[in-house]
T-cell receptor
C-alpha cells in the first residue's frame, strides 16, 4: 500500500541553523500539508500546498518557514533560522483531492533545536 | 473558532475491558470528524471518519464512534480492547481551506494503555 515517507526521522540542530525536512507524498496525490506537534501539545496545522503554491498557512508559518516541491515527488519544509521553540515532531500529509478525502500522514521527523 | 477537546489525556484499561475515548468539538459550520491513531514510532493513521449519513461509524478493528450533533461529541468506543490497541488516539475536524485544501484541527490526543 502506498505511504507517505519522511526523512530524517530525527534531526538535532543548533539554534540559528537552517534545516530542511523532506517528505515524499503518495504519488497521485494533489494536496500536501505540514503539521507539527510540540511535545505535550496538539497537532497543529502549518501549511497546505496545491498546484505548486501555498493554499493556506497558519500564523505559526512565518517568514522563517518555506515549502517547496522541487522535483514533482519531494515536498520539503525549510526552517531558515531555527529557534528553540521550533523543537517538535513535524508531520507531512497528502491527500488525493475531492471533498473530504482522507489525509495520509507520514511517520514524522522529530526536530530538536539546541 | 473551531476547536477539538479530548477530555482525557491518558486512559489505562485492562485487556478485554470496554473503553470510551471522549471527543467534543466546537464549530459554527458543518463538520467532518475523524479519529486518527498513532502506534509507537509510527505516523498518524486514519481509524474512522464521519462525513454524513448514519451517525454511527465503524472501523475494521472493532472501534466505533457516534456523531452527536446536539452534544457536539464524537466519542470513540470499543467493547473489548486488546493489548495491540495501545496507542495514542487523536480526534480531528476537517475545515474547508482555500483552494479546496481542507485542513485538520486536532485534539491533544488520548494515550490508551491496555494492560494484561
Amino acid at each position: 500500500e502506498p505511504e507517505v515517507t519522511q526523512t530524517p526521522s530525527h534531526q538535532v540542530t543548533q539554534m540559528g541553523q537552517e534545516v530542511i525536512l523532506r517528505c515524499v507524498p503518495i504519488s497521485n496525490h494533489l494536496y500536501f500539508y505540514w503539521y507539527r506537534q510540540i511535545l505535550g501539545q496538539k497537532v497543529e496545522f502549518l501549511v497546505s500546498f496545491y498546484n505548486n503554491e501555498i493554499s493556506e498557512k497558519s500564523e505559526i508559518f512565518d517568514d522563517q518557514f518555506s515549502v517547496e516541491r522541487p522535483d514533482g515527488s519531494n515536498f520539503t519544509l525549510k526552517i531558515r533560522s531555527t529557534k528553540l521553540e521550533d523543537s517538535a515532531m513535524y508531520f507531512c500529509a497528502s491527500r488525493r483531492g475531492g471533498t473530504v478525502e482522507t489525509q495520509y500522514f507520514g511517520p514524522g521527523t522529530r526536530l530538536l533545536v539546541l | 473558532a473551531q476547536s477539538v477537546t479530548q477530555l482525557d489525556s491518558q486512559v489505562p484499561v485492562f485487556e478485554e475491558a470496554p473503553v470510551e475515548l471522549r471527543c467534543n468539538y466546537s464549530s459554527s459550520v458543518s463538520v467532518y470528524l475523524f479519529w486518527y491513531v498513532q502506534y509507537p514510532n509510527q505516523g498518524l493513521q486514519l481509524l474512522l471518519k464521519y462525513l454524513s449519513g448514519s451517525t454511527l461509524v465503524e472501523s475494521i478493528n472493532g472501534f466505533e464512534a457516534e456523531f452527536n450533533k446536539s452534544q457536539t461529541s464524537f466519542h470513540l468506543r470499543k467493547p473489548s480492547v486488546h493489548i495491540s490497541d495501545t496507542a495514542e488516539y487523536f480526534c480531528a475536524v476537517s475545515l474547508p481551506g482555500r483552494g479546496g485544501s481542507e485542513k485538520l484541527v486536532f485534539g491533544k490526543g488520548t494515550k490508551l494503555t491496555v494492560n494484561p
